[in-house]
Structures are given as C-alpha cells and as structure tokens.
C-alpha cells in the first residue's frame, strides 16, 4: 500500500526556518516523481518544487527559489522540504506528492500526482 506520510510543520516568525519531512512507505521513492505543493486558505494548491528520479535534480518556483531546498535522503526513503527566509505568504497547508508512473519530464501540476500525504501546516507569522 503506498502511503506518504509529513512531518515538520509548525509555527515561526518571518525569516525562520523550517524543514518537513515526506516518508515513502510501500515504493522506494528514489525512483520517483516527488513534488511538493501548499495550498494557502482561499488559494488553489500550487507546487513549490520537486525532484528527479534518479539523478535527484530539483526544480523550484520562482517565489521560493533561493529560500526553500528540496532533498533527499535514499537510505530512509525520505525527502525533505528545508525552508528559510519563511515569509508570511508561505503561510499554507504543506503536501507531498509522488507519481509512480514512468515520466520523461516530472509534471508541476497538482492533477498529476494521483498519491499524497496528509498535509503538515505551517504557518509565518509577521
């Protein structure tokens, strides 16, 4: 049974950091599509990043580039959302996402990722 599971959420001041875990259970997720997306009240769900099979290449948005690192950590089939500089507007409910089909190029989408976890909040306070 796939499952994702979060961790690490909370709350901080602007320019804190954070960092949430996502542990894969029932895939090895180094060879997956990993996303990470937020949804902030009101707004639909948009991705911040996400990371390669394989090569573990990432990519970011352009509102968190600079400030938030996807990684990942093989041995314990995790990856990690480290996030610095947090500033109010990241202020959202926090998910990862994996897409075990095969993919040449990992979607940005939310509708894409059919598995996620639950959700870890984190919240930015001014």
């Known amino acids: 049974q796939v499952q994702l599971v979060e961790s690490g959420g909370g709350s901080v001041q602007a320019g804190g950091s954070l960092r949430l875990s996502c542990v894969a259970i029932g895939f090895t997720l180094r060879s997956k599509c990993m996303g990470w997306f937020r949804q902030a009240p009101g707004k639909e769900r948009e991705g911040v990043g996400g990371?390669?099979?394989?090569?573990?290449?990432?990519y970011y948005a352009d509102s968190v580039k600079g400030r938030f690192t996807i990684s990942r950590d093989n041995a314990k089939n995790l990856v990690y959302l480290q996030m610095n500089s947090l500033e109010p507007e990241d202020t959202a409910i926090y998910y990862c996402?994996?897409?075990?089909?095969?993919?040449?190029?990992?979607?940005?989408?939310?509708?894409?990722?059919?598995?996620w976890g639950q959700g870890t909040q984190v919240t930015v306070s001014s």
């Open positions: 990371v390669y099979p394989v090569s573990g290449y990432t």
């Open positions: 996402a994996a897409l075990l089909d095969y993919a040449s190029t990992c979607p940005r989408v939310p509708s894409a990722y059919p598995y």
